[in-house]
């Protein structure tokens, strides 16, 4: 099994345009990249590819399996930031190991992401 790095995280949304606008805010150092080749467009977050894709009979968006969590530099201030864009509290926060904390928030469409910071 490759042990490199997590390469793409797939988002299954009802209205992509409006996805990509919310996690372009939600991630402000996100840049927005395009396939023409597909007509598709996804955020580059560093190395990782946020794909926002419609939802469909096969996969519906909102909270029902893995949730990723995101490294935060500062715990309350993103959580406040994410919060002020719209995502709503879903889990915690909580305390954990050396003194970080963590959380799910759900964003508009439903879908359950992770913060985890000190």
């Known amino acids: 099994m490759p042990t490199e790095s997590i ?3 797939m988002i299954h949304v009802s209205n992509v345009p409006a996805a990509l606008i919310w996690y372009q805010q939600a991630f402000p150092n996100a840049v927005r990249k395009r396939v023409e080749a597909h007509n598709f467009e996804y955020l580059a ?4 590819n946020l ?8 996969v519906a968006s909102g ?3 893995s949730v990723v969590y995101w490294r935060v530099a500062d715990f309350n201030e993103a959580l406040q930031h994410l919060q002020d864009i719209g995502a709503t509290l879903y889990r915690g926060p909580k305390e954990i190991e050396s003194g970080l904390r963590m959380c799910q928030i759900c964003d508009p469409w439903g879908n359950c992401l992770g913060l985890r910071g000190p």
């Not at 977050?45 to 990782?48: H, R």
């Not at 926002?52 to 009979?57: N, S």
Request: net charge negative; aromatic share 0%; proline share 6%.
């Open 45 to 48: 977050i560093g190395e990782i």
């Open 51 to 58: 794909e926002l894709v419609p939802a469909d009979e096969k």
């Open 63 to 65: 909270a029902a399996g």
């Open 7 to 9: 390469a793409a995280i």
